[in-house]
């Protein structure tokens, strides 16, 4: 899997930026965020890193690359990736929307917020999963050692040419984890309650109760 190391190293900063949101959000259900402005800061570091860079490789390079080499564009793996990148766009947007009304916020405003954070975070969870359980796979089934070589190169060719934007959202993202470290036991207990990859609409609890409050 050589060739997707740069992605699979953007799921483990993403996924240390998702466990800080939690112990965030948790704080902020219980009214008292450390600083209520970093709701934007958290926002902003996702549409940078997971967007910006992430989302953008896997959609311009990595699922074309995949459809060149026969899998299925609209059927399968592959729309449903976009699909779920569409969803968390909205989630953030969410996020992002609340972090520009930082400092006015009232009871009812953390409880939303909270339940729009937790649903980004289990929506996140869930994402990786599919990823790694049916993207990721399809590389070693569909492309040769010639077409994943092409493939990292393209990766690499855009880290290059956007070093620098990546380079300042991981810093703001190492910055957040490293203010809100996530207690193991919260996140290991938080994950298994939550069924992250469970199956049938595959739509996360928390997701469900944030669109419910909408």
Known sequence: MKAVES??????????LVDALELYAEHTKQGRPPDAADLGHFAAVFVDFAERIHHEKEENILLPALARHGVRWDDGALPAVRREHRQESYLIDVLRQAGERAGSWNHEDRRHI???????????????????????????????????AELQNALEKFDREHESLRADALARAEDLIGRYGARPSAIQTSRAQSGADREGSGLPAALESCNESS
Not at 9 to 16: A, F, G, K, L
Not at 138 to 148: E, F, M
């Open 7 to 16: 992605l699979i190293r953007e799921h483990q900063v993403i996924s240390r």
């Open 114 to 148: 909270a339940a729009s954070a937790q649903a980004l975070v289990e929506f996140q969870r869930a994402h990786h999963a599919l990823e790694s359980r049916e993207l990721f796979p399809l590389l070693p089934k569909r492309l040769d050692a010639t077409a994943q």
